[in-house]
């Protein structure tokens, strides 16, 4: 395996009260959870700072969203500085639920990439085709096009602050997975890119993680394919099982 360290990300979406987060916190500290992965977890706004405050300090928490400012007249939004003074170090950007619900674009969510790492929050970046562009045979095309608008926001230095998350969109909340064979092409792929277009450096170093329907029964072959580097989990980490999935790797 690569030297890359292991990421499970936990994206509870619009999920949850301060009794279901005290839950997750339980399972989680019950664990164990593999000391070899970096488990970060993302509540809804409103719970950043309460879910900061009960969970360990060796698990992250990141923010769902955030915008490319530091502040304004941008209701309901919230910016990199107050996740930030909030203790938490993370934020999801350019979920497909952003893209296909909310409608933000590549251009969007690149600048909102540039803003969150020049703040020094690390960012969760997620790319990823929907069924008809799969279908088209237009997944590279799609994956590379959203990739290439967040590489022309970060600098060389920037890439260690980075994990991007490779999330099909055919394959989230559907119960469909992407087979480890299929989502290890696109990782491989999209690796060899990177080389071409950032370095073989960043390439080798930077971790793609896979999301889409990951759970207990699916996590192990997956994270057991060379270029995936972890998992953006959606409803299973809401559940005990995700410390399953956080413990993928271990034998």
């Not at 209701?75 to 497909?96: F, P, Q, R, Y």
């Not at 989230?172 to 690796?191: D, F």
Request: one cysteine or more; charged letters at 25%.
């Amino acid at each position: 395996m690569s030297e890359r360290k292991f990421f499970v990300g936990g994206n509870w979406k619009m999920n949850g009260n301060k009794q279901s987060i005290n839950g997750i916190a339980d399972f989680l500290k019950a664990g164990p959870l593999d000391p070899n992965t970096e488990v970060v977890v993302s509540p809804p706004a409103c719970y950043l700072e309460y879910t900061r405050q009960i969970l360990d300090s060796k698990i992250g928490v990141a923010a769902q969203n955030c915008y490319k400012v530091a502040s304004g007249a941008f209701t309901g939004d919230i910016s990199a500085n107050m996740i930030k003074d909030l203790g938490c170090e993370w934020v999801i950007l350019g979920h497909s639920e952003r893209r296909n619900v909310f409608g933000e674009s590549d251009q969007l969510i690149g600048e909102k990439t540039k803003y969150a790492l020049s703040q020094g929050l690390k960012v969760i970046a997620c790319i990823g085709e929907k069924l008809e562009e799969r279908e088209a045979g237009k997944t590279e095309e799609a994956v590379f096009r959203q990739t290439q608008a967040l590489i022309d926001n970060i600098s060389a230095d920037q890439w260690s602050s980075v994990v991007l998350a490779y999330e099909p969109v055919w394959a989230i909340g559907t119960g469909k997975t992407a087979s480890p064979e299929q989502a290890q092409e696109v990782h491989e792929k999209l690796r060899a890119w990177l080389a071409e277009k950032v370095s073989k450096d960043v390439a080798a170093q930077v971790r793609i993680i896979y999301g889409g329907s990951v759970n207990a029964g699916n996590c192990k072959d997956l994270g057991a394919k060379t270029d995936i580097d972890g998992f953006l989990v959606g409803g299973a980490s809401l559940k005990p099982d995700f410390v399953q999935i956080v413990n993928a790797r271990q034998k």
